[in-house]
């Protein structure tokens, strides 16, 4: 329910009292319901002018003709109402040009819906739209009594190249799900950077066909880096601790009288610059 008011003047500029107004659904010959209120008293048409000129009327949203009377002429002009805000209910309020609007306030459940009721439209959220100078935008979800400025923070500070955070507060899980059988990725430089698959297996610089349980891809021939550098700062650890059953056959087992036969080496470096060779091959 919206109103619309106006003054009907003269060429001249003079206000014209005693004019007869009437409004029409838009398109048609058919008198609207048109009300002197807020949607509670019904006018009867048609609506003379003041002695200001003025006439005004409510209606409900949409698209209406209006034609005036006066001395013999007729003026006519075409007025579309519509109310942005409206209560649907005691417990919401519709924002939209629709009786189900995109943007639906639910007090009750003090809920804010973005596109309730869409079907292939878009909906979406922006902060800072149309900004022309540099400044901070930012969520903050306040969940506790704990953290009174924020439980969890997703937040940029103004400039072009600042650092975007995902901040977490208290002692439970920052957790990132994906709850049916997709995938989660990481990139960086619009590349994958980090892939953990719906069996659970890491690829690091690889996006799909994970062939183990952590794969490392170094797929550049030309990086000059190695695919695994490990940094022991304790010296009196292992460098790699193997955690498995020795057997025959296993992935482990006791060299007894089998005999290695070398057929490779893996290149290996060790501190102070040393290359060195690992070797590989068969037993029998």
């Known amino acids: 329910m919206q109103s619309h008011k106006n003054t009907l003047l003269t060429r001249g500029g003079e206000v014209v009292a005693g004019a007869s107004v009437y409004v029409y659904d838009g398109g048609t010959a058919v008198e609207a319901t048109i009300y002197s209120d807020n949607g509670s008293t019904v006018i009867t048409q048609p609506i003379a002018t003041t002695d200001d000129g003025e006439f005004e009327f409510w209606a409900a949203d949409g698209q209406y003709d209006i034609s005036i009377a006066y001395g013999g002429d007729t003026e006519s002009y075409e007025v579309t109402l519509f109310d942005p805000i409206r209560g649907g209910s005691t417990t919401d309020i519709k924002i939209g040009p629709s009786a189900s609007p995109a943007l639906f306030l639910d007090v009750s459940a003090n809920q804010l819906q973005v596109g309730k009721g869409l079907s292939t439209e878009a909906a979406s959220i922006e902060i800072g739209t149309g900004r022309t100078g540099d400044g901070f935008a930012g969520i903050d979800a306040i969940t506790d009594a704990s953290y009174t400025n924020y439980a969890w923070s ?131």
């Open 154 to 284: 997703l937040r940029r500070a103004g400039g072009a190249n600042t650092n975007t955070q995902l901040l977490h507060r208290g002692t439970g899980e920052l957790e990132i799900s994906a709850l049916d059988a997709g995938s989660v990725t990481l990139s960086t430089n619009s590349t994958t950077a980090l892939t953990v698959d719906s069996s659970q297996n890491i690829g690091i610089g690889i996006a799909s066909s994970i062939a183990a349980k952590t794969h490392i891809d170094q797929s550049s021939t030309t990086a000059a880096i190695p695919v695994l550098y490990l940094d022991q700062a304790d010296i009196s650890e292992e460098m790699i601790e193997f955690n498995t059953t020795i057997g025959t056959g296993n992935a482990i087992e006791a060299i007894g009288a089998k005999t290695l036969t070398t057929t490779h080496f893996i290149k290996v470096t060790l501190p102070g610059a040393l290359t060195r060779y690992i070797p590989v091959g068969t037993i029998a």
